[in-house]
């Protein structure tokens, strides 16, 4: 079982939901990245989402683009991206999730970078630009591999849930908004209707993450009460990393995960 | 390939698209499949192109340039004559009288020289619908001009101002508009690029182009042209004019901007110099750095400052029906004064490109041959553009 899988099982016996964190690697430096994963790992995130920057992110708001000009000129390349990843599984079993864009890995080959990841300790991966009708050869070499996490939206038609959450594995990205990345914020009636709506049609066969615009452990807890299986965090982690200095990095991130984290426990 | 179904060209094209694009997309599809061959539709278009963006365009001999090259006949389609001044409209009016059908109220769009923005607010004015224009903030400056006129035709112009400020961000932002608004707008995107449809949809509308090279050659000459050539940025005016003789003989060139020079890093020559990969929608040559990062790209004509191309042309360079060649900055300077000093015409910057490979390959062709080239614009909006290079590059 993957790490992931393995993370939903562990969570599910607990009767808790997931809180799943994104920060970009590199940003604004490889120091801050670490002490941000201490960080997230101590205030008890159950997964994280390793953002490797491109320089075209058309599905990401102002954050995460800013985030990306400043982690490529500070000359993130694939390699050291692994040897960050390397460090962070030396410290951590937390499942660790791959998010870029589709180039990146075929620029490489799908396989070829698959399997570096993986030997780097990467557990899955998020391209939101890849489509379902575009994913053969990227779901075949991370088939033994990798989880393969696609995206589904509000406006998504339930034979086309169906076709993704199959070609889905770990969970199911479930985009809270209409919008990029980190822009919309507060709870939209809609968006808790697509919750339930997806959560019938998977049956409970794939959970179901719901993210784009969570920022609060309100927001956190309206979403779990909605029947979320997780939540996933990133702009506002971003926000939070850019306006604290490094030696008190890990300590706020651990604290301002701790108060989300909470809202994911049942009681 | 006349309607690929999944948008493929070979490996080319497709659709790499965020899932709260999918249902836009499919709705534009089934549209655009029902609307194509309606016969209403297509009187509607037809109206719109005749009487009020001026079609059929000349093509005229360029008897002049012709005997100053001193080998064949060079012959311009007139595309700069058509209102607006580029061959822009015939796109945008297809596109904007099906938003119009589709029952979208807002329409929006990216330009790079400015000529997709300018024909967008005017096909938006003649029908009565909003525009909004996404325009890299490095081309609002160099192509001012065209800013002033969208302003005035009733679209808003966004200046963005992340990335390289050019065209690929500008399309960035209005991908990500879409995305916000994806209910209420229809993207109506300037060239043979982006996710499928797009690709074929503006490669059909811009085929009027090519359609009557094919007639007007044929009363002149009795033949289809010997050669043929057209600038490619995106690609929408090349495909345009080489889709309707791809099954004939006529030899066909597309002309990249090579900048400074292929060797340098300051070229959008794509198809010359790029390789294979994914941005904005489709699988085709990018000019990309050796990890994928997609690289910056340097033109004088910022309508082809773009690391993309059309995934059509992309399958047509690697099929070898089409040879895709390229003109430097200072080449294309020379042949946009050569044209307005021999034949009174002054071309966008865009189109010297292609006037600049027509006078190389006239010296070396036959009396008896015929080329045909297609003036994609005329360049008023770039003379500004011209005096500044010219003041920094010509010691009297
Ligand atoms: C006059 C002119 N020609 C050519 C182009 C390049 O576009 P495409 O390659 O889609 O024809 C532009 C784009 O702005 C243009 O304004």
Redesign the pocket.
Known sequence: MSRIKEKFAELYAKKEKALIAYIMVGYPNENATISAVRGLVKGGADIIELGFPFSDPLADGPVIQNASTVSLDNGTKINRFFSIVKKIRKETDIPLVLMTYTNILYHKGYSKFIIEAKNAGIDGFILPDMSIEESKDYIASAKNNADTIFLISPNTIKSRIEKIAESSSGFLYLVAVYGTTGVKTGIQNYTLKAIKEVKKITKGKIPVGVGFGVSTPDDVKKYIKAGADAVIVGSAFLKLIEKTPQNKLESSIARFTKSLKRQTIQT | MKYPKDGKFGDFGGKYIPETLVPAIEELEENYLKFKDDKNFKKELDYYLKQYAGRPTPLYYAKNLSEKCGGAKIYLKREDLLHGG???INNTLGQALLAKKMNKKRIIAET??G??GVATAMACAVLGMKSEVYMGYKDTIRQKLNVYRMNMLGAKVHPVKSGSKTLKDAINEAIRDWITNVESTYYLLG??VGPHPYPVMVRDFQSVIGEEIKVQMKKLSNKTPDIVIA????????IGTFYPLLDTNTEIIGVEAAGKGLKSKYHSATLSAGSKGVLHGMMTYLLQDDEGQITETHSISA??DYPGVGPEHSYLKDTKRVKYHSATDAEVIDAFLMLTRTEGIIP?L??SHAIAEAMKVAKKSKKSESIVVTL??RGDKDVEEVQRYLSKHVKN
């Open positions: 580029a061959h822009k790079g020289a000529q997709h060239s043979a600038c490619v940025g995106g690609g929408s005016n090349a309508g082809l966008a865009e189109s994609s614009g």
